[in-house]
């Protein structure tokens, strides 16, 4: 299933994401995964269980490899799958050191196209049944974002992804589309539902 998350400056979005890793704990209410309170799981289990891809791309100075598989769980196969289905195996290939190639901290040898692209690489790696996307395509170009959506779309048909989109033509064919006001979630249903509705969502796509 996909979800698109949408609302103006300040609605709520990212607050909602940053309650389903419990970065932001729950004043009141509840969160629910598989009919679980993530309240009474532990934190490393609830975290190692969903993936984020955030606005701002995150890399520590060390290598490539260390950057997609900082664990060492995977094989040499499955990371350059990986940076294939993430479109970067032919720049990785280009380098002199390849996957040793040094990353500096915050990834600022690399462009922000390439953060976000790495980042989908370890998404893809890590494989967990729930991705976050938090504005992720938001900073880069419009040929990188089809990219990485189209990605999404085939690599992860069988996960739930939820977006916080920034760009509403990214979620039209999605599932379904939360509209965030204020804090609250003020409408909820498929896009086509939710643009007869003529509510929010319709007004944010005339303004669009």
């Known amino acids: 299933m996909q979800v698109g998350i949408v609302g103006r400056t300040g609605a709520g979005k990212s607050s909602l994401a940053l309650g389903i890793f419990r970065i932001l704990e729950a004043a009141k209410g509840r969160i629910f995964i598989d009919g679980i309170d993530i309240a009474h799981i532990g934190l490393h289990d609830l975290r190692s269980r969903i993936t984020i891809i955030p606005q701002d791309p995150v890399l520590f100075s060390g290598s490539l490899r260390m950057n997609l598989d900082p664990f060492d769980t995977c094989s040499e196969e499955d990371i350059w799958n990986a940076l294939e289905l993430a479109h970067l195996s032919s720049f990785v290939s280009a380098l002199p050191q390849k996957l040793n190639h040094q990353c500096c901290e915050g990834g600022e040898n690399l462009s922000l196209g390439q953060r976000q692209l790495l980042c989908l690489a370890r998404a893809l790696l890590r494989k967990t049944r729930i991705l976050v996307l938090d504005e992720a395509t938001a900073a880069v170009d419009l040929k990188t974002d089809q990219l990485i959506q189209s990605t999404i779309r085939t690599q992860f048909d069988d996960c739930t992804v939820l977006t916080i989109a920034h760009r509403l033509n990214t979620i039209m064919?999605?599932?379904?589309?939360?509209?965030?006001?204020?804090?609250?979630?003020?409408?909820?249903?498929?896009?086509?539902?939710?643009?007869?509705?003529?509510?929010?969502?319709?007004q944010m796509c005339v303004e669009a």
């Open 173 to 202: 064919d999605y599932t379904r589309v939360i509209v965030m006001d204020r804090g609250s979630i003020a409408e909820m249903d498929s896009p086509s539902q939710l643009l007869r509705l003529q509510g929010i969502f319709y």
